[in-house]
């Protein structure tokens, strides 16, 4: 399996209800981030979770970190319908030179109206 | 700052003809990348610049793949001949080379090769 896995891969859900998505990922890493992808659209960055912290918040946003577990949970709160779209979470690798990031294969999010 | 910007938005093409997507990057960005999207494959690195040098081109297909970056501001992804395999949507983004490494997405090029 790959670096960076999220689940479910689809979820959907009513309106004001609550989202939960996971992601598990294998090396050790100093950071997690998190990016959401409209249809048609390039990935946006939403947060950063660094890997001393257990959890942040952004608004309606929630992101736990469990390093010993290798894991993390976006959590979106009283979701709307404009919430509608794929998740990512992404890795990063520092190497001799540059970076790069290995993002998981995304969940795809539906909020039903 | 506008972001990163790339052109074209939509390209069709016929197989065997050359396709030339660019890139402009986040000003003082000094890390750029170029990824490939597609239903069966999900997103893919093909290859990414530090400081406008190559550092890994393992994600680029095959030999009909090419990329440059002449300059801090400029990057450009060709392909030579392309085929119907190569349609996909290609995205070009841009990070800072620091602390965190977040990056910035351009909007796409939707590339069809009929």
């Known amino acids: 399996s790959q670096q960076g896995e999220e689940d479910p891969q689809a979820l959907s859900i009513q309106e004001g209800e609550n989202a939960t998505m996971n992601c598990s990922y294998k090396?050790?890493?100093?950071?997690l981030q998190w990016y959401r992808q409209n249809s048609g659209r390039g990935l946006v960055h939403l947060i950063l979770i660094r890997s001393n912290e257990r959890e942040k918040h952004s608004g309606r946003l929630r992101v736990t970190l469990d390093t010993s577990k290798k894991s993390s949970s976006l959590l979106i709160t009283a979701s709307r319908a404009a919430d509608t779209a794929s998740y990512f979470c992404a890795t990063p690798h520092r190497e001799t030179s540059g970076s790069r990031l290995t993002f998981g294969e995304g969940t795809q999010l539906t909020v039903n109206p | 700052d506008a972001g990163v910007i790339q052109s074209p938005r939509h390209e069709v093409t016929e197989m065997g003809q050359e396709v030339t997507l660019r890139c402009k990057p986040i000003?003082?960005?000094?890390?750029l990348f170029w990824y490939r999207q597609t239903m069966m494959r999900g997103l893919e690195l093909l290859i990414y610049f530090n400081n406008n040098v190559p550092i890994d081109d393992s994600g680029m297909p095959e030999d009909r793949f090419s990329a440059k970056m002449p300059n801090a501001s400029f990057s450009t992804l060709k392909i030579q001949p392309s085929e119907p395999r190569d349609s996909a949507v290609y995205f070009c983004?841009?990070?800072?080379?620091?602390?965190?490494?977040?990056?910035?997405f351009g909007p796409g090029t939707r590339l069809t090769v009929t």
């Open positions: 090396t050790s890493i100093n950071n």
């Open positions: 983004a841009s990070s800072w080379a620091g602390e965190g490494f977040e990056q910035y």
């Open positions: 000003s003082g960005h000094n890390s």
